[in-house]
């Protein structure tokens, strides 16, 4: 074992391709097994067609055998306006004080995102086959090819963002001197799936939330409002109306354009592992819905919209659009976890499992050491914080996801 590992590692040759359908789509379902939707074939070929930016994957191969991939966006500037602008993975804005006095603007942008550019979520790419030393470097090699190809570009900085924890020690396994940062942007909220029913789901919760879960259940009911399931290509331009709503309420004021442009490239790659829950009043009229995605058994909660003109008052439409009907569903079909995104209180009292998100950034070749000094306060602090915010839910912050993968406390 140990020689064609060192044979595999001798032969390892990595390589930079445009367009994702350079690669086999078998060959990269294979690579990604057991990784979630956001690493994903179809997933990730819509990414490529809507945003602006050059999408561009490093792949690294033994042979003819795909062994690691990386793919990768470029970052012109800090746009934070719309869908297509950088927004939460401008990681300027949420990196620069680690060092402050030390890492002015010329040392970020341009520059690049490897992983994911919308989900916030990464996976690496890796083959599960491989023995921890072959892995660490075939990862090792496709980090080492991104930062030249960065360079090679003209760019500045790079930067992973939203490694789940697990993805977060494969980088710093292969790359130790990589300073892995919390996310001060947000946690991330994941359900296991591990009962045998939807009210063995309920009964899970704690005395209080368990009776308010059935309260917003009852209420629900009472208004005669239902949830039926459908595919996104049959409804992405009601849906995207809806949505327009949800994101104007909150400020942030996508054009109806753009959202019908992000639904239709989703419905193009994305539409047979679609799920959307869709919320009709007793007049058969569609007031609500939620858009998931199955993948890996997993399902994956992108967006949520409403009629607010036409929703009754205190219809608890959100949380049976997004939590109940959803876990129903998915026990039905058998599936493992739910992923809900962006962790918040509600999710948590639902039952959701919350954990941090890691991301490595090196804003400038000059400065790496600027980060590197200042990552342990910073993830102790941040840690810190999330966890106060999260207390009362300190059964569900599961110990493993919380370790700092640079060996804190």
Not at 27 to 54: K, N, Q, V
Not at 58 to 75: E, I, W
Not at 252 to 273: P, Y
Request: hydrophobic share 40%; net charge neutral; proline share 4%.
């Amino acid at each position: 074992m140990t020689v064609v590992r060192r044979r595999m590692q001798e032969t390892l040759e990595t390589s930079i391709v445009s367009t994702l359908d350079d690669v086999d789509r078998e060959e990269w379902t294979t690579l990604t097994e057991g990784l979630g939707l956001y690493a994903s074939y179809p997933y990730l070929r819509f990414a490529e067609h809507f945003f602006a930016e050059r999408a561009w994957y490093v792949l690294c191969r033994a042979g003819d055998r795909l062994v690691a991939a990386l793919p990768a966006y470029d970052c012109a500037g800090a746009t934070t306006i719309g869908l297509e602008g950088l927004g939460p993975y401008d990681y300027r804005s949420q990196f620069a004080d680690l060092a402050p006095g030390r890492t002015g603007g010329a040392e970020w942008y341009p520059g690049a995102l490897g992983g994911t550019r919308t989900g916030y979520v990464t996976d690496v790419s890796v083959d599960g086959r491989l023995g921890e030393r072959a892995r660490d470097e075939a990862v090792q090699r496709v980090l080492a090819r991104f930062s030249a190809e960065v360079r090679a570009s003209g760019g500045h900085s790079e930067a992973l963002m939203y490694l789940t924890p697990t993805a977060a020690a494969v980088v710093r396994s292969a790359a130790p001197d990589a300073s892995l940062l919390v996310s001060p942007f947000s946690a991330d909220a994941y359900l296991p799936l591990h009962f045998a029913g939807f009210d063995e789901y309920l009964s899970s919760l704690p005395g209080q939330r368990r009776h308010t879960a059935r309260r917003e259940r009852r209420r629900f009911h009472e208004l005669g409002l239902r949830i039926t399931t459908a595919r996104l290509g049959d409804h992405y331009e009601e849906v995207a109306s809806l949505v327009r709503n949800v994101h104007h309420k909150h400020g942030q004021m996508d054009e109806l354009g753009a959202l019908l442009r992000w639904f239709s490239l989703q419905v193009e790659f994305v539409d047979e592992a679609s799920v959307l829950f869709l919320c009709r009043d007793t007049g058969g009229r569609l007031v609500g819905c939620s858009s998931f995605f199955v993948w890996n058994g997993g399902l994956y909660g992108r967006c949520v919209g409403f009629d607010y003109a036409r929703l009754p008052a205190r219809s608890y439409a959100y949380f049976n659009l997004v939590f109940y009907e959803p876990i129903r569903w998915a026990l039905d079909a058998g599936l493992e976890m739910i992923h809900f995104g962006m962790a918040s209180a509600a999710k948590a009292a639902r039952g959701s499992r919350i954990r941090p998100s890691w991301s490595s950034v090196r804003p400038s070749s000059q400065r790496p050491r600027a980060f590197a000094d200042s990552a342990a306060g910073w993830n102790m602090r941040i840690l810190s914080a999330w966890r106060l915010q999260y207390a009362d839910f300190a059964s569900q912050l599961s110990r493993a996801d919380w370790n700092d993968p640079n060996g804190g406390a």
